[in-house]
């Protein structure tokens, strides 16, 4: 299969937003963990909603 993960989706505008606020979050969560440690729950949850994005990116280019 060739092309991007974002061309061979259904719908490229929906994953193209999603990257971003993957990135986003990913930023933020970086950033909040370098000041905290990685068990703080503000640490935890922000990489929960990152995971939760990540899993919504998978379903959206797989299926």
């Known amino acids: 299969m060739t092309?991007?993960?974002e061309e061979r989706s259904e719908n490229p505008m929906q994953a193209s937003?999603?990257?971003n606020q993957i990135n986003e979050q990913r930023n933020?969560?970086?950033i909040l963990a370098n000041n905290r440690m990685l068990i703080d729950p503000e640490v935890v949850r922000m990489s929960q909603?990152?995971?939760?994005l990540l899993n919504l990116y998978?379903?959206?280019i797989t299926h």
């Open 17 to 19: 937003v999603l990257l």
């Open 28 to 30: 933020r969560l970086y």
């Open 58 to 60: 998978h379903t959206l």
């Open 49 to 52: 909603e990152l995971d939760q």
């Open 3 to 5: 092309g991007t993960l």
